[in-house]
């Protein structure tokens, strides 16, 4: 085990790995640096033991607004934002095995 999975974060803190800097369009064309969107969608990591929704757990994608001036640490070369129950927007439902979300 690293130790990206033994970080326990406080309180009401949510660990998210957020999903990779877009540099390139879906058309191939690469971004300049001042062009790149960051990501607003990502992978919570875990939950700290004040988290009283029961909506959130290890392993959910979620998405989350621009990043602004959200915490991060870096583990492991990796970069983990520090959110909270508010920051985050939506759950992202898994797809079945057709393409489509369960209702």
Do not use: W
Not at 57 to 80: A, F
Request: charged share 30%; glycine share 8%; with cysteine.
């Amino acid at each position: 085990m690293g130790l990206i999975e033994r970080v326990v974060p406080k309180g009401r803190s949510i660990f998210v790995i957020p999903d990779e800097l877009i540099t390139k369009t879906d058309s191939g064309l690469y971004l300049s640096d001042h062009s790149q969107k960051y990501p607003t969608s990502g992978t919570i990591l875990a939950c700290g033991p004040d988290v009283k929704s029961e909506d959130f757990k290890k392993g959910d994608r979620v998405v989350y607004g621009e990043m602004l001036n959200y915490q991060h640490l870096e583990i492991d070369k990796r970069k983990i934002l520090v959110l909270t129950e508010d920051d985050i927007l939506a759950v992202l439902l898994p797809e079945d095995g057709d393409g489509t979300t369960p209702a």
